[in-house]
Nanobody, 122 residues
Framework: VQLVESGGGSVQAGGSLRLSCVAS????????MGWFRQAPGKQREGVAS????????TYADSVRGRFTISRDNAKNTVYLQMNSLKAEDTGMYYC?????????????????WGQGTQVTVS
């Protein structure tokens, strides 16, 4: 499965961005997709995940209420709508997938990754 992210950019604090992640290849084998982010000098952290079949979602405490993850199964695409952005949301955002159902939102539980898209909030 190949994952390609898009939608990153630079925005002022309080603004919004929507990230997209398109899965191709054996996309039918994906049951869970997640968004992670990594700031310079920090560990990659989970932001949100979504179960592709059931639609259930999980969010990191730091983004709950501001970010929304959703999916369009017909387009093999997952979105991350980011509102009320803060400077601390700055980082490289990665899309990830796993063939099993969603489990704990941790990088160790995802085996397939995209190349990332940069988000900068000033």
């Amino acid at each position: 499965v190949q994952l390609v992210e898009s939608g990153g950019g630079s925005v002022q604090a309080g603004g919004s961005l929507r990230l997209s992640c398109v899965a191709s290849g054996y996309a039918y084998s994906v049951n869970c997709m997640g968004w992670f982010r990594q700031a310079p000098g920090k560990q990659r952290e989970g932001v949100a995940s979504i179960d592709i079949v059931r639609g259930t979602t999980t969010y990191a405490d730091s983004v709950r209420g501001r970010f929304t993850i959703s999916r369009d199964n017909a387009k093999n695409t997952v979105y991350l709508q980011m509102n009320s952005l803060k400077a601390e949301d700055t980082g490289m955002y990665y899309c990830a997938s796993r063939t099993e159902y969603c489990f704990i939102l941790h990088k160790a539980n995802f085996g397939n990754w995209g190349q990332g898209t940069q988000v900068t909030v000033s």
